[in-house]
């Protein structure tokens, strides 16, 4: 099992809708979660952290479970420029540091 | 503030050939990260650095290595290029490694022939 996995999608929506994507991750001893957006032939960018008691950030909500060991994020009222890979990050704490990121969850809004 | 700059944005090399990249960042992180992407596999970690003088492996190493005689410079270099090495080529930074944001460049996309 891959550490840090994301459904590639894509994932089709009509403006207005409300998605969410799921990041599941393997290791308990993760410390902290991250999303960042991708658009095409660009470099990733910070999108939001992800707090254990969960955070929103306008449309953006973020969410952790740890008990069942996945992060969600959820987009309200999609707009076109939300079209992007979405990537999640998961980051452990302790010994040699890697951050692992998932493979990217492709979202595409359409009118 | 430029952030982190990357050098070249593109090349193109013939197999066996050796080429340096460049990572500059002008925000006095101390970690700098090299990445990988690829169709499908998302962002790999190569080699990463914590400071000055300071480098260690990350989870594809081979094929790669790397330099940090400066704080803000991170140099990744191939010394044999290899087809397999084709890709597209991400440098970050960040102040400290956990919780805390990963800058990144605008890339260097690689293809070996």
């Known amino acids: 099992r891959k550490e840090v996995e994301q459904d590639p999608g894509p994932f089709n929506v009509p403006e207005g809708a409300t998605v969410a994507f799921n990041c599941t991750y393997s290791?308990?001893?993760?410390?902290?979660f991250f999303w960042y957006r991708q658009d095409c032939r660009k470099e990733p960018k910070l999108l939001m952290s992800?707090?254990?008691s969960g955070n929103e950030d306008g449309r953006f909500t973020a969410q952790l479970n740890r008990a069942s060991q996945y992060i969600s994020l959820l987009i309200r009222d999609s707009k076109l420029s939300d079209s992007a890979t979405y990537l999640c990050?998961?980051?452990?704490?302790?010994?040699?540091?890697?951050?692992?990121f998932g493979r990217g969850t492709s979202l595409i809004v359409h009118p | 503030n430029a952030g982190v700059t990357q050098t070249p944005k593109f090349r193109v090399l013939k197999t066996g050939q050796s080429m340096t990249l460049l990572c500059a960042q002008d925000?006095?992180?101390?970690?700098m990260y090299w990445y990988r992407q690829d169709p499908g596999m998302g962002l790999r970690l190569i080699h990463y650095?914590?400071?000055?003088?300071?480098?260690a492996k990350g989870e594809v190493p081979d094929g790669y290595n790397v330099s940090r005689l400066k704080k803000q410079n991170f140099l990744l270099g191939l010394e044999s290029a290899a087809p397999s090495q084709t890709s597209v080529y991400f440098c970050?930074?960040?102040?400290?490694?956990?919780?805390?944001?990963?800058?990144f460049g605008p890339g260097t996309r690689l293809t070996v022939l």
């Open positions: 970050a930074s960040s102040y400290s490694p956990f919780g805390d944001t990963q800058y």
């Open positions: 290791n308990s001893a993760s410390q902290s």
């Open positions: 992800v707090y254990s």
């Open positions: 990050v998961v980051n452990k704490s302790g010994g040699s540091y890697i951050p692992t």
């Open positions: 925000m006095n992180h101390e970690y």
């Open positions: 650095s914590v400071g000055e003088g300071t480098t």
